[in-house]
């Protein structure tokens, strides 16, 4: 492990990740840096890289970590539109919690690739459960991941109003679940 100068005790990932996920949240992902992040820690920025290959990897390690924050619906046994409100409601969440971040993830999907595992896993399985065939649910699962994507955009960029914001979304929520319903 990595001493840290500042107090002599070892530097750890997850004070790594949460020092930049802060940095992420003030400034934007562009504006991090291997040096920024070491400054910040009060450690020589060779440190990181006992942790950590490049930013590349400190990002995609990052989004691992930060992605069980979503909060996913577990398979009690709910009903699928209770758990497609939930997830969509969790993903916007975390969206808008972490704006930068999601931005970036979004011009760069090549960190969060492959498609698979949480969110991606639940999404299955509340199509399943909903009756999507199943040569339809990853197009679908693709079409519901970019409503919410728009959505969340449209909010960050002012499209929608603050007080319309919820009231739109589970309008949306709505529509989809109706639409889910008629086309199995």
């Excluded at 107090?7 to 949240?25: H, M, S, V, W, Y």
């Excluded at 299955?124 to 699962?141: H, K, M, N, S, V």
């Excluded at 914001?165 to 679940?177: G, H, K, R, V, Y």
Aim: charged share 25%; glycine share 6%; proline share 7%.
């Amino acid at each position: 492990m990595a001493v840290s100068a500042r107090r002599g005790t070892p530097l750890t990932l997850q004070e790594i990740l949460g020092t930049a996920l802060r940095l992420i949240d003030a400034g934007g992902v562009e504006s991090l840096s291997m040096r920024k992040l070491a400054a910040e820690l009060d450690v020589n920025p060779m440190s990181l890289y006992h942790h950590v290959a490049n930013k590349t990897e400190l990002i995609r390690t990052l989004c691992l970590n930060v992605a069980p924050l979503l909060q996913l619906p577990p398979d009690d046994g709910a009903p699928w539109p209770d758990q497609l409100r939930a997830l969509a409601h969790a993903y916007r969440r975390l969206a808008r919690t972490h704006p930068s971040l999601w931005r970036y993830v979004h011009h760069h999907p090549e960190v969060t690739m492959p498609r698979q595992g949480g969110l991606w896993d639940v999404l299955d399985r509340i199509l399943r459960d909903a009756g999507t065939p199943e040569e339809e649910r990853e197009r679908t699962a693709d079409v519901l991941h970019a409503f919410v994507s728009g959505f969340v955009l449209a909010e960050n960029l002012g499209h929608i109003a603050e007080e319309e914001s919820e009231p739109a979304f589970d309008t949306a929520i709505n529509l989809i679940t109706a639409g889910l319903r008629t086309h199995r």
